[in-house]
């Protein structure tokens, strides 16, 4: 999604039981067979983006639900019922990263007032029916990644109504409500990228250290 030395990406839709390293063997001991498979597969990913950066694969544990890192990257991995991905950024370079997959087709419009503000969803009405199941699963999938992103930052929780996004063209900004607090994170320097392929939609957050005013432009 990026092209940047200090920062690297890996997709794959091959889930397989790929190798753990021991400290992961460890922790998912536990796991049913398809968690099993996610986890494997999305630990593959986070290897490849390590070793895309230069940098010799090490594992990815876990506090709760939480990756940790190798020290010195910061990275994201998720995965939908086709598609895994992680990506990996110099800690140096970046202060966090976000990702998340959803395929669009989960989204029907039960679960839209659940997602969406009422900002968001006056927004949907104004467009042609059949791009708001696409719009959906985009505010959902960028506010999981923006989630995943703020989290290690500014340890608050955050709901689905929490966050409004509007997206502008080739613009995508992210508000948050006034109820919520989070120290330490100027949205004006959060950057978001985002690309449907195959039927799901790939959101990513992130924020780099020394970043411009214009940060908040989406590469397409």
Known sequence: MLELSDFASFFTSEKSMYPLLDKENDYAVAFGTQRMLDFSTGRYCAR??????GISPQAV???????????GIVGSISHSRKLCGAVAARLDCYYSVGL???????FSPSLWNSICTDAELAELQQMQPEFRQNRVALL????????????PITTQY????????QVESERCILSVSHEKHL????????????KLVDGSIICLVFWRRNSVPEAMKIAQ
């Open 48 to 53: 490849n983006a390590m070793e895309a950066l």
């Open 61 to 71: 544990l876990m506090d709760g639900r939480l990756p940790i890192w190798p020290e």
């Open 100 to 106: 998340d997959i959803e395929e669009v087709s989960r």
């Open 140 to 151: 959902f999938a960028m506010k999981e990644a923006f989630y995943k992103f703020q989290f």
């Open 158 to 165: 955050l709901g689905f109504k929490d966050v409004t996004i």
């Open 183 to 194: 120290p330490g994170l100027p949205l004006i320097e959060v950057e978001t990228n985002h």
